[in-house]
């Protein structure tokens, strides 16, 4: 199993710390396919993002993620300080083409197998898992 | 990223970005379709050849400006993205939306 931990802050820090995680795992892991790879990555950032750009807290957010790649699945936990989101985190459909915004949650859910959030005592966790495709080697 | 952009015909721009199309970069996206619109050029292909990464903020941005540069008579075209790209135009549709070519000198042969 290959494990990756990132603390950090919003503001400042952006996603890019983020994709820079992702990439040090996929080095190490050259067996895990392309697709199953790319669509980890964007629903993943798109959560990042929605936590950069919607979380509101009086105070610096402060965010623990933690990124595991093993045989079955690529899993990550993303714990946040701010305020409840208040967001409905069932099913979207996905906008028309026309939207310009609005898409983030519903590509999370096309993307990975599970999606999962909870509110715990001061924080936010969101969880999200990819089943990794049968290999074909 | 800056992205920059090139005048191929009269009215033709070609504008190009490199590396990651989010929510950090799609406001640049957005100013550079906007100066071309105002400049005359409304016309756009956007060239992802250099686009590694494309997410909803990204996508969000590319929509508004074809939007834009329909407004102005114009379209706006893309070429050659990538697999992450043309995954996330899949998934929201978009591929039925924006016409894709091969290079972005392609994009107004018609």
Redesign the interface.
Known sequence: MTERTLLFRTPPDSVDVVHATLESIWEERGDIDEMDRMMFDTALIELVSNVIQHASSTTTIVCRLDVTADDNALRAVLVDTADPPGIDTGRREMPDEFAESGRGLAFIQALVTVFEYERMEGGNVWTITKDRSPSTS | MTFTTEKIEPDIAIIRGDE?L???TAPELRESVRRSISGGNARIVVDLSAIT?M???G???L??CL?SARQAGGDLRIAAPS??VT??LQ????D??LAKFDTPYDAYHD
């Open positions: 990651k989010n929510m950090v990464f997410d909803s903020s996508l969000g941005a929509v508004g939007k697999k992450q995954m996330v998934l929201s549709n978009l039925r939306v």
